[in-house]
């Protein structure tokens, strides 16, 4: 899939969601979520990378900032601990 048909995904999902894509999910913030997601595959497993993003959403529905779920979740990678 290439990057503009990820962005017409991205606006599509939005629009059914009835959520702005550049309020809520903002080019820095998919980012760095698409780099934690990276590290998450390679280092945990590919499966924790919906759930893990699906947390991170919940978390961020109930008030957290992305950036500091993002950070958390990071902070708990095993390479991090390296």
Do not use: C, F, K
Not at 9 to 20: C, I, Q
């Amino acid at each position: 899939m290439a990057d503009g048909d990820v962005e017409m995904w991205l606006d599509e999902v939005a629009g059914a969601l009835d959520v702005t894509l550049e309020d809520v999910l903002p080019s820095a913030t998919q980012d760095e979520l698409l780099t934690l997601t990276g590290d998450i595959a390679h280092n945990v497993v590919r499966l924790a990378v919906p759930l893990s993003s699906y947390l991170i959403g919940v978390a961020v529905g109930r008030g957290a900032s992305a950036e500091e779920a993002i950070r958390l979740v990071g902070g708990l990678l095993p390479a991090a601990d390296a």
